[in-house]
């Protein structure tokens, strides 16, 4: 029998569906400031759909993040879409 191979999913903070790891923009907040996953602490995850919905995902930011500046996040988020890594 051949084993089966587990491909992991996640949930997206702001819509809350479960979709592969992979289709998922990894991030964390690190005082106050919404940066991408540096490989350590806490993150969460933002699937691409959402991160084009602004008023959605600001509202899922502010209730990870705890605290910070709604105007920062909205420029960090934007930067973070259009980042060509």
Do not use: W
């Amino acid at each position: 029998m051949a084993k089966k191979f587990h491909l992991p999913t996640r949930m997206c903070i702001s819509c809350k569906e479960r979709y592969p790891q992979a289709t998922f923009e990894r991030l964390q907040c690190v005082d106050g400031s919404l940066l991408l996953y540096s490989g350590s602490g806490r993150s969460f995850y933002l699937c691409k759909n959402c991160l084009f919905d602004e008023k959605k995902v600001l509202k899922a930011l502010m209730r990870e993040c705890r605290n910070g500046d709604k105007e920062k996040f909205t420029i960090r988020l934007k930067e973070i879409i259009t980042d060509d890594r």
